[in-house]
Structures are given as structure tokens and as C-alpha cells.
């Protein structure tokens, strides 16, 4: 047994790796007591750029963690992790109430965003170059983050999630499985009226808005793909990119890519035969990050 662990020992010592996910407890204001634990790699860019990633429904930040490839795309490009963990709603994500769907407000929203504030702080992170990503409840909170804190993100990826605000207002569980199943199952709305709920998130704001890219299954039947479409429409609006054009097997085969106005602010993804959740890739995302070249 010690022979074994000396040359684990020996083996990471020549690797070059000792990093790994560390759990953060005094991070700044924390409404909603969700946890937050971070991934720093050994080597750390000049002024390194900050994925927050978030878990789905039943999930957890270790999870996550384990759940993509970003660990090792962080160690390679020098860029820090912050995987935030809830343990409320069945470890699912607040999506729908007022105070996270507001800037400022409270609810996980501002939690997170402490948890930014805190590895910026402690990291000499680049403020300009923040994303969020997440799968399932994750995506969902991903496009809340980006609707409520646009001042915040540069960029973010939701992997079959649904519009912003879309569950505002519902009660009790703010998720699929929920009791509402009105706003997974494909509410619609206009474009203009998805758009007033990301503006009215953050009256006042006139700023940069994030970029995005949305990903979903036709075959997913838990969050129809409906909501990926309700997304685009809302996305397209709040960023005055219109609907371009469509491309075939990108990223695969099964895929097809919606480019909005020139493809660099808005990405839409819907795959043939995939269900729920969308599978991330992760060198796609990076890329359209700006990560990756």
C-alpha cells in the first residue's frame, strides 16, 4: 500500500498536476446558502479567464466537475473553474424567483456572482473575459445568469435549458419535474416580449449584452425542444441579430447549426436523436468563448 501511493505520489509529481476541486465556504453574500467550489489549474494564464459550470437537476458541484472535459481544457489553457452547488430543489436550480431574475436582487443569481467577485479577487481573473455554461437546470440558470448579470458575462452555453425567465413566477419546484410543467413543456412567447423580460431584469442597462449559444435534442422529450427555438427567439432580440442561416452537421452529423447574423453572437445547435440533455462539447463552446483559437 505505501509502495503504491509513493509512486501515485511520483507519478503526479512527474505530471505536473497536483491541482483539483477545492470547496470555497466564506465567498461574500450568499442569499440562498448554495456552495461553491473552484478548479485552479498549476499553471494559471497571465490574467486567467473564469468558466462558472453549472450542474443539472440532482447533480452537484464534484459532480459536474467530473460530468466534462473543462478540467482538462483549464489545464492546458490556464483558465479557473467555478462549479457552484445548490442543495435546494432537489439540487436543482432558483430559475423562477424574482429576486434572482432581478440584477442585484439576491436568490443563487447573487451568490454566484460573489463567487465571480471572490475569484476575481483572490485570482487577478480577467473581469472581461467571464462565462457561464451549464446542462438541464444548469442551462436554465445559465440563461438567467446572462439575462439578470449581462454586465457580468461575456459569453454563455446552454445545454438544454430554457429561456430566460421563462419559470417566473411558478411555484414550487422551478423544474421539469415540477408541478408547472408549462414553461418545459414549449411556452411561447413573441420575441419582443422574451426580450422585455431580460431588459426588465436589469432596468437601465444599455451595456454589451452576453453572447450565446444554445444547444438541445429534437428527441428530448423533458424539455421539449421548443424551448430551445423560445430561446433563440429571445436571444435574437435582445442582441439584434437576426435568423441567418442554417448548417448542416455541425458539430456532427446528427446536428444542425443555426447562425444568427454573422455567427458570432448568437449559435443555435439542435441534434437528430438526441434526447435529454444535449452531450457538451467543449471545444465548440471554447471556441465560441474565445478560448480557444
Known sequence: MLFRSFVALVATA???????????????????????????????????????????????????????????????????????????????????????????????????????????????ADRDHVYVMGSSSGAMMTNVMAGSYPDVFEAGAAFSGTAHACF??????????????TCAQGLQHTPQEWANFVHNSYPGYTGRRPRMQIFHGLADTLVRPQCAVEALKQWSAVLDVPFGKNVSGVPS?????????????????????????????EQLMLKFFGILS
Open 253 to 281: 452529423a446528427a446536428y444542425t447549426q443555426m447562425i444568427y447574423g454573422d455567427g458570432t453572437k448568437l449559435q443555435g445547435f439542435f441534434g437528430v436523436g438526441v434526447g435529454h440533455t444535449a452531450p457538451v462539447n
Open 168 to 181: 417566473a413566477g411558478s411555484q414550487g419546484q422551478p423544474t421539469p419535474f415540477g408541478a408547472n410543467q
Open 14 to 124: 512527474a505530471t505536473g498536476i497536483c491541482a483539483s476541486l477545492q470547496q470555497v465556504k466564506d465567498f461574500g453574500a450568499n442569499p440562498t446558502k448554495i456552495y461553491m467550489y473552484i478548479y485552479v489549474p498549476d499553471k494559471l494564464a497571465a490574467k486567467p479567464a473564469v468558466i462558472v459550470a453549472l450542474h443539472p437537476c440532482g447533480g452537484s458541484a464534484p459532480s459536474w466537475y467530473s460530468g466534462t472535459k473543462l478540467p482538462s481544457y483549464a489545464n492546458t489553457n490556464g483558465f479557473i473553474l467555478i462549479y457552484p452547488g445548490t442543495p435546494n430543489y432537489s439540487n436543482c436550480w432558483d430559475v423562477n424567483g424574482a429576486a434572482t431574475l432581478t440584477h442585484g436582487q439576491g436568490g443563487d443569481a447573487l451568490g454566484i456572482i460573489n463567487m465571480i467577485n471572490y475569484t476575481i479577487s483572490k485570482y487577478s
